[in-house]
Protein backbone atom coordinates (compact mmCIF):
# COMPACT_ATOMS: atom_id res chain seq x y z
CA UNK A 1 0.00 0.00 0.00
CA UNK A 2 1.63 3.48 -1.26
CA UNK A 3 1.99 6.42 0.93
CA UNK A 4 -0.61 7.94 -1.20
CA UNK A 5 -3.27 5.06 -0.63
CA UNK A 6 -2.70 5.32 3.00
CA UNK A 7 -3.14 8.87 3.33
CA UNK A 8 -6.73 8.70 1.51
CA UNK A 9 -7.70 5.62 4.04
CA UNK A 10 -6.73 7.48 6.89
CA UNK A 11 -8.70 10.42 5.92
CA UNK A 12 -11.72 8.28 5.30
CA UNK A 13 -11.45 7.12 8.89
CA UNK A 14 -10.88 9.76 10.61
CA UNK A 15 -14.22 11.34 8.37
CA UNK A 16 -16.18 8.33 9.78
CA UNK A 17 -14.91 8.43 13.23
CA UNK A 18 -15.85 12.18 13.31
CA UNK A 19 -19.34 11.65 12.31
CA UNK A 20 -20.09 8.85 14.45
CA UNK A 21 -19.24 10.94 17.47
CA UNK A 22 -21.23 14.20 16.05
CA UNK A 23 -24.16 12.06 15.47
CA UNK A 24 -24.19 10.07 18.84
CA UNK A 25 -26.53 11.45 20.91
CA UNK A 26 -26.12 11.48 24.51
CA UNK A 27 -28.51 9.61 26.43
CA UNK A 28 -30.97 12.32 28.49
CA UNK A 29 -30.93 12.64 31.87
CA UNK A 30 -33.61 10.99 34.35
CA UNK A 31 -35.09 14.95 34.65
CA UNK A 32 -35.00 15.49 31.16
CA UNK A 33 -37.19 12.56 30.44
CA UNK A 34 -39.88 13.44 32.95
CA UNK A 35 -39.50 17.02 31.46
CA UNK A 36 -40.15 15.78 27.47
CA UNK A 37 -43.14 13.30 29.07
CA UNK A 38 -44.63 16.85 30.83
CA UNK A 39 -44.43 18.60 27.42
CA UNK A 40 -46.27 15.28 25.88
CA UNK A 41 -49.38 15.59 28.44
CA UNK A 42 -49.43 19.15 28.64
CA UNK A 43 -49.48 21.88 26.00
CA UNK A 44 -47.51 25.20 26.31
CA UNK A 45 -50.51 27.53 25.67
CA UNK A 46 -53.29 28.31 27.78
CA UNK A 47 -56.55 25.48 26.98
CA UNK A 48 -59.38 24.26 27.31
CA UNK A 49 -60.48 20.23 27.42
CA UNK A 50 -64.01 18.47 28.34
CA UNK A 51 -62.69 15.62 30.47
CA UNK A 52 -65.43 12.96 30.42
CA UNK A 53 -64.67 10.58 33.93
CA UNK A 54 -66.81 7.29 34.52
CA UNK A 55 -66.00 4.75 36.94
CA UNK A 56 -66.82 0.92 35.82
CA UNK A 57 -67.37 -1.83 38.64
CA UNK A 58 -66.19 -5.47 37.11
CA UNK A 59 -66.41 -4.04 33.68
CA UNK A 60 -70.18 -2.38 34.30
CA UNK A 61 -70.12 1.12 33.97
CA UNK A 62 -71.73 3.41 37.80
CA UNK A 63 -71.06 6.88 37.57
CA UNK A 64 -69.69 9.47 35.21
CA UNK A 65 -68.99 12.89 35.13
CA UNK A 66 -68.36 15.95 32.46
CA UNK A 67 -65.89 18.56 33.34
CA UNK A 68 -64.22 21.28 31.37
CA UNK A 69 -61.06 22.09 32.10
CA UNK A 70 -59.12 25.44 31.36
CA UNK A 71 -55.48 25.82 32.57
CA UNK A 72 -52.16 28.04 31.70
CA UNK A 73 -48.91 28.56 33.11
CA UNK A 74 -48.21 30.61 36.36
CA UNK A 75 -44.70 32.06 35.67
CA UNK A 76 -41.51 31.11 35.53
CA UNK A 77 -42.28 28.71 38.54
CA UNK A 78 -44.10 26.40 35.35
CA UNK A 79 -46.41 25.78 38.06
CA UNK A 80 -50.24 25.51 36.51
CA UNK A 81 -53.26 27.07 37.14
CA UNK A 82 -56.80 25.43 36.90
CA UNK A 83 -60.05 25.92 36.78
CA UNK A 84 -62.65 22.98 36.67
CA UNK A 85 -66.02 23.34 35.67
CA UNK A 86 -68.81 20.70 36.07
CA UNK A 87 -71.06 20.16 33.35
CA UNK A 88 -72.71 16.42 33.98
CA UNK A 89 -74.32 15.23 35.70
CA UNK A 90 -77.31 18.14 35.84
CA UNK A 91 -77.33 18.70 39.63
CA UNK A 92 -73.44 19.00 39.49
CA UNK A 93 -73.88 21.98 37.00
CA UNK A 94 -72.05 24.80 37.56
CA UNK A 95 -70.22 23.58 40.58
CA UNK A 96 -66.33 24.43 40.09
CA UNK A 97 -62.78 23.39 41.60
CA UNK A 98 -59.78 26.30 41.30
CA UNK A 99 -56.31 25.35 41.98
CA UNK A 100 -53.66 27.93 41.63
CA UNK A 101 -50.24 26.68 42.67
CA UNK A 102 -50.95 23.91 45.62
CA UNK A 103 -54.14 25.42 46.87
CA UNK A 104 -57.84 24.10 45.97
CA UNK A 105 -61.28 25.42 46.18
CA UNK A 106 -64.36 23.74 45.45
CA UNK A 107 -67.03 26.17 45.13
CA UNK A 108 -71.18 25.34 44.86
CA UNK A 109 -73.17 27.70 43.02
CA UNK A 110 -76.25 26.55 45.41
CA UNK A 111 -74.58 28.20 48.59
CA UNK A 112 -72.24 30.72 46.63
CA UNK A 113 -69.52 29.56 49.18
CA UNK A 114 -66.26 27.99 48.18
CA UNK A 115 -64.36 25.49 51.09
CA UNK A 116 -60.70 24.67 50.52
CA UNK A 117 -60.29 21.22 49.72
CA UNK A 118 -57.15 18.62 49.49
CA UNK A 119 -55.90 16.84 45.87
CA UNK A 120 -56.60 13.81 47.17
CA UNK A 121 -60.06 13.92 47.51
CA UNK A 122 -61.53 11.46 45.49
CA UNK A 123 -63.80 12.40 42.59
CA UNK A 124 -65.25 9.82 40.93
CA UNK A 125 -63.80 6.13 41.70
CA UNK A 126 -59.92 6.31 41.70
CA UNK A 127 -59.59 9.68 40.40
CA UNK A 128 -58.63 12.13 42.63
CA UNK A 129 -59.62 16.23 42.25
CA UNK A 130 -55.60 16.29 42.00
CA UNK A 131 -55.46 13.58 38.95
CA UNK A 132 -58.24 15.77 36.55
CA UNK A 133 -55.48 18.80 37.31
CA UNK A 134 -53.08 19.99 34.73
CA UNK A 135 -49.36 19.41 36.89
CA UNK A 136 -46.05 19.46 35.48
CA UNK A 137 -44.30 16.41 37.18
CA UNK A 138 -40.83 17.82 37.10
CA UNK A 139 -41.89 20.74 38.58
CA UNK A 140 -42.66 18.60 41.39
CA UNK A 141 -40.87 15.72 41.63
CA UNK A 142 -37.24 14.49 41.32
CA UNK A 143 -36.49 11.47 38.66
CA UNK A 144 -34.48 8.81 38.93
CA UNK A 145 -33.60 6.12 36.72
CA UNK A 146 -34.19 2.59 38.31
CA UNK A 147 -34.73 0.29 35.24
CA UNK A 148 -31.62 0.28 32.84
CA UNK A 149 -30.57 2.62 30.49
CA UNK A 150 -31.39 0.50 27.34
CA UNK A 151 -35.57 0.36 28.35
CA UNK A 152 -37.46 -2.35 30.13
CA UNK A 153 -40.31 -4.18 27.60
CA UNK A 154 -43.63 -3.34 29.25
CA UNK A 155 -46.84 -3.58 27.86
CA UNK A 156 -49.02 -0.53 27.50
CA UNK A 157 -52.98 -0.75 28.13
CA UNK A 158 -53.93 -2.37 24.72
CA UNK A 159 -50.77 -5.21 25.62
CA UNK A 160 -48.61 -3.83 22.99
CA UNK A 161 -45.06 -4.07 24.09
CA UNK A 162 -43.18 -0.86 24.21
CA UNK A 163 -39.38 -0.17 25.36
CA UNK A 164 -39.13 2.10 28.29
CA UNK A 165 -36.93 3.89 30.65
CA UNK A 166 -38.37 3.08 34.34
CA UNK A 167 -38.24 6.40 36.28
CA UNK A 168 -38.83 6.30 39.96
CA UNK A 169 -39.87 10.21 41.21
CA UNK A 170 -39.62 11.49 44.66
CA UNK A 171 -41.44 14.74 45.51
CA UNK A 172 -39.30 17.97 46.27
CA UNK A 173 -41.40 19.40 48.68
CA UNK A 174 -44.66 18.76 50.73
CA UNK A 175 -47.02 20.09 47.97
CA UNK A 176 -46.80 17.01 45.81
CA UNK A 177 -49.53 14.77 45.21
CA UNK A 178 -48.25 11.84 45.70
CA UNK A 179 -45.41 10.76 48.20
CA UNK A 180 -43.61 8.56 45.53
CA UNK A 181 -44.31 7.35 42.09
CA UNK A 182 -42.81 4.94 39.85
CA UNK A 183 -43.56 6.25 35.82
CA UNK A 184 -42.60 4.51 32.03
CA UNK A 185 -41.79 6.88 29.59
CA UNK A 186 -41.21 5.20 26.18
CA UNK A 187 -37.71 5.79 24.68
CA UNK A 188 -38.40 6.21 21.10
CA UNK A 189 -41.57 9.10 21.67
CA UNK A 190 -41.04 10.07 25.27
CA UNK A 191 -44.73 9.37 25.68
CA UNK A 192 -46.10 8.60 29.63
CA UNK A 193 -46.84 4.48 29.54
CA UNK A 194 -47.75 3.28 32.84
CA UNK A 195 -47.33 5.17 36.32
CA UNK A 196 -48.09 3.69 39.67
CA UNK A 197 -48.75 6.45 42.69
CA UNK A 198 -47.84 5.58 46.05
CA UNK A 199 -49.60 6.70 49.57
CA UNK A 200 -47.27 8.07 52.38
CA UNK A 201 -46.86 5.19 54.18
CA UNK A 202 -45.60 3.78 51.17
CA UNK A 203 -49.15 1.61 50.32
CA UNK A 204 -49.48 1.54 46.69
CA UNK A 205 -52.64 3.77 45.27
CA UNK A 206 -53.20 3.26 41.97
CA UNK A 207 -52.00 2.44 38.58
CA UNK A 208 -52.30 4.40 35.87
CA UNK A 209 -51.88 3.43 32.24
CA UNK A 210 -52.16 6.39 29.91
CA UNK A 211 -53.97 5.24 26.36
CA UNK A 212 -55.02 6.58 22.81
CA UNK A 213 -52.61 9.05 21.68
CA UNK A 214 -54.10 11.71 19.04
CA UNK A 215 -52.80 14.65 18.01
CA UNK A 216 -53.87 18.41 20.00
CA UNK A 217 -53.20 21.43 19.77
CA UNK A 218 -49.52 20.10 17.80
CA UNK A 219 -48.85 17.24 19.59
CA UNK A 220 -49.54 13.60 20.51
CA UNK A 221 -51.33 13.75 23.06
CA UNK A 222 -52.99 10.65 25.42
CA UNK A 223 -56.63 11.01 24.75
CA UNK A 224 -57.49 8.42 27.32
CA UNK A 225 -56.45 8.06 30.90
CA UNK A 226 -56.98 4.40 32.42
CA UNK A 227 -56.68 4.12 36.47
CA UNK A 228 -57.05 0.72 37.92
CA UNK A 229 -57.20 0.71 41.98
CA UNK A 230 -53.71 -1.03 43.60
CA UNK A 231 -55.97 -3.66 45.63
CA UNK A 232 -59.04 -4.36 43.59
CA UNK A 233 -58.40 -4.25 39.93
CA UNK A 234 -62.15 -4.29 38.95
CA UNK A 235 -61.99 -1.27 40.12
CA UNK A 236 -61.38 0.71 37.55
CA UNK A 237 -62.22 4.60 36.36
CA UNK A 238 -61.54 6.24 32.74
CA UNK A 239 -60.67 9.84 32.13
CA UNK A 240 -61.39 10.84 28.74
CA UNK A 241 -60.01 14.13 26.95
CA UNK A 242 -61.34 15.16 23.96
CA UNK A 243 -61.91 19.30 22.29
CA UNK A 244 -58.42 20.57 22.79
CA UNK A 245 -58.84 24.05 22.01
CA UNK A 246 -55.89 27.31 22.97
CA UNK A 247 -57.48 30.24 24.07
CA UNK A 248 -56.67 33.22 26.22
CA UNK A 249 -57.81 32.75 29.78
CA UNK A 250 -58.29 36.15 31.89
CA UNK A 251 -56.00 35.31 35.14
CA UNK A 252 -59.63 36.55 37.10
CA UNK A 253 -60.70 33.22 36.69
CA UNK A 254 -58.26 32.00 38.82
CA UNK A 255 -58.79 34.04 42.06
CA UNK A 256 -61.04 32.71 43.97
CA UNK A 257 -63.21 35.77 45.15
CA UNK A 258 -64.70 35.93 41.17
CA UNK A 259 -65.67 32.29 41.46
CA UNK A 260 -69.27 33.61 42.46
CA UNK A 261 -69.24 35.98 39.13
CA UNK A 262 -67.80 33.89 36.83
CA UNK A 263 -70.08 32.68 34.13
CA UNK A 264 -69.30 29.99 31.49
CA UNK A 265 -72.37 28.52 30.42
Known sequence: MNMKTRSILGAVMCSLLFRGIAFAQPEPTAQEIITRADEVRNPKEPFQVTIQLAEYINGTARNDVTLTLFSKRAGAAERFRNLVRYAEPARDRGKSVLMDGTVMWFYDPASKTSVRISPEQRLVGQASQGDVMT???????????????????????????????????????????????????????????????????????????????????????????????????????????????????????????????????
Open 135 to 265: VNLARDYSARLIGSAEGEAIPDADKVVRNCWHLELSPKDSDAIYAKAEYWVEKDSFHPVKGRFYSDSGRLLKITYYHRYEKHLGAERPAETIIIDAVNSKLVTTMGFQGYRGMEIPDSWYQREYLPRLKLE
